[in-house]
């Protein structure tokens, strides 16, 4: 497995607010800078399915493989030769904020092929990605 990123922020806005914008996926691109559309077959949940289209590149289906609402969510994207997992999980730090955590990977056997093509696109954006996320989530 290759870690692509991290990235972590603190917001007033309730873990709620971030649940919000993840399920509402029609509107990522107004966060995520590097995302063109994105489609969720049915509600989210875990299990569902969908495709987007990275700016610039083919698209891609996905699959939300978890979702506890208000502490974590993970989708899976299916490159060919590899997966790419966004974790993210939100949790209440001891003085009450919001704490929202995202990890980026790659695992497979074309992982290093991918590394090279999206990794360091992937790991610049996320830090900015989040916090407009993080903007949208408090306002």
Do not use: C, Y
Request: proline share 8%; hydrophobic share 40%; no cysteine.
């Amino acid at each position: 497995m290759i870690t692509l990123g991290t990235a972590q922020i603190t917001s007033t806005a309730p873990p709620d607010a971030f649940f919000e914008r993840w399920a509402d996926m029609a509107t990522w691109p107004e966060w995520n800078t590097d995302t063109e559309w994105v489609r969720l077959d049915g509600p989210f949940r875990a299990g569902a399915k969908g495709e987007l289209k990275p700016k610039g590149a083919p698209k891609v289906p996905f699959r939300v493989t978890a979702l506890v609402p208000g502490k974590e969510f993970t989708d899976v994207s299916s490159l060919l030769g590899a997966r790419l997992t966004f974790h993210h999980e939100v949790s209440t730090t001891p003085d009450g904020a919001t704490r929202v955590d995202v990890t980026v990977t790659l695992r497979g056997p074309l992982a290093r092929i991918w590394n090279l093509a999206l990794g360091k696109n992937i790991a610049a954006a996320l830090q900015p990605d989040l916090d407009r996320l993080k903007a949208r989530a408090e306002s």
